[in-house]
């Protein structure tokens, strides 16, 4: 893209290596999820696996920002590679040494154990999402970062894309065996390729100590007019997003089989390319905080309407919107964030809000999938939900879980129309449009 100014070679080596990375993570994540749901039949252990992964989220972001921002980002991205790839090549040894009946019991202690060796493996990976984020701030002119930002978010979608077809159709032909055979390859690769990348690293304070600092990160957040309430809308957004994390792949795999489900998130997931190559081109406007609330304003709309019939058809179109719209949000914060923060705790700051943002996450992967399992779905089998809506909305288990998307997008509607309407979305965006751009020294 011509319109990104900056080092635009080491950025783009470095989006490469993160994509190839990105897919065999988003592999596993995915193909453990549809296998565990496949073999149990368990909505409850597929939204304990988004819990695990959550909970795991929440509480590594701090520590992993203080890593990005205390130690060369080069270094950070190959030892995340390389203990990804020793946690997947674990897992695969307890997959292939256990009787394949011991995955169909939802309370196996092997299967959790498996379980845990792969989202360890997942959650490896997120320093590199942390030091792409700054990564962008040092190579990138700050006039062509939120374009930057559509590029990181079309890697993410092309991610999707890729992963969501090998990993139905690796579980439905070969179990987990050929999809960690792939990944250990794929990541054996990454680490060769980023061996040959030079990334320039700014000077540092050779007297500041490696420590989170969390007291310092918290304070620095406080003293911008607007980001502490960003972020607990953020946090807000993902409370309400952890029921998507819970529930989507039941509800889709009620549907349609795991192979034309992993087909289909391949086929949506180019809404998510579409919407990161628009960015890059047009970029976010001058205020990207208005953009990220009135996309949101959209996403919950979405929510509300496509559960409303019991159709593949509208579950699609509804997603489609909904991945090419996503990127926008995710590109505002992350060039809210590179503008307000200073370079140097960038990476604290951005683990800091994927910490706080995902904390409320793992609470409602943990709860909704009871409360769907055994309210919701009896709700609308055979209980006053189906006497008194099934005649329109109708009747079963993917109706209820259906009923929890279109309260969750309510519930997001009330509080985006709020936020748009406070006093901290104004502050945020007028020290947005008034800060001097932060450039590495």
Request: hydrophobic residues 55%; aromatic residues 10%.
């Amino acid at each position: 893209m011509s319109v990104i100014e900056g080092n635009r070679t080491a950025f783009y080596q470095v989006l490469l290596n993160t994509l190839l990375v990105s897919v065999m993570n988003f592999t596993v994540w995915f193909a453990i999820t549809f296998y565990v749901y496949l073999e149990t039949r368990s909505v409850f252990a597929t939204g304990v696996i988004s819990g695990i992964f959550l909970v795991m989220t929440a509480l590594t972001g701090i520590w992993f920002g203080s890593l990005v921002d205390h130690f060369p980002k080069k270094t950070v991205l190959q030892a995340s590679a390389l203990i990804s790839t020793i946690l997947y090549a674990g897992a695969l040894a307890v997959y292939l040494a256990t009787p394949r009946a011991e995955f169909t019991d939802p309370a196996s202690p092997v299967l959790w154990g498996m379980v845990v060796l792969l989202m360890l493996g997942v959650i490896a990976s997120n320093p590199r999402a942390i030091a792409l984020s700054t990564l962008v701030t040092v190579l990138i002119e700050p006039g062509s970062r939120d374009r930057a930002n559509g590029l990181v978010g079309t890697a993410s979608g092309t991610s999707i894309l890729v992963t969501s077809v090998i990993s139905g159709l690796l579980v439905a032909f070969g179990g987990m065996t050929w999809v960690l055979v792939l990944a250990l390859v794929v990541l054996g690769g990454a680490l060769l390729h980023l061996s040959f990348v030079s990334l320039p690293e700014p000077a540092r304070d050779a007297t500041q100590k490696r420590q989170v600092d969390l007291r310092g990160t918290i304070a620095l957040v406080r003293s911008v007019p607007g980001l502490p309430a960003l972020i607990v809308f953020s946090a807000f957004n993902n409370l309400l997003g952890g029921i998507f994390m819970a529930l989507l792949d039941a509800y889709g795999l009620s549907l349609v089989s795991v192979q034309v489900w992993g087909l289909l998130w391949g086929l949506l997931s180019t809404g998510f390319i579409l919407g990161g190559l628009m960015i890059a081109r047009t970029g976010l406007s001058a205020n990207p905080v208005r953009v990220l609330l009135a996309i949101n304003l959209v996403l919950w709309a979405v929510t509300v309407l496509f559960p409303l019939r019991s159709s593949v058809v509208l579950l699609c179109a509804g997603l489609f919107v909904y991945m090419t719209l996503a990127p926008y949000a995710e590109a505002a914060e992350q060039t809210i964030l590179q503008k307000v923060v200073p370079y140097e705790r960038q990476g604290r700051v951005f683990g800091f809000a994927q910490s706080v943002e995902q904390a409320a996450s793992p609470l409602t992967a943990f709860l909704i999938s009871p409360v769907a399992q055994f309210v919701f779905i009896p709700f609308m089998t055979d209980g006053a939900g189906a006497r008194t809506i099934g005649g329109w909305f109708g009747t079963g288990a993917e109706r209820g879980l259906a009923l929890v998307f279109v309260l969750t997008g309510v519930i997001g509607l009330i509080a985006t129309t709020a936020a748009l309407r406070s006093r901290p979305y104004r502050r945020l965006s007028t020290r947005y449009a008034e800060a001097p751009a932060p450039i590495a020294s």
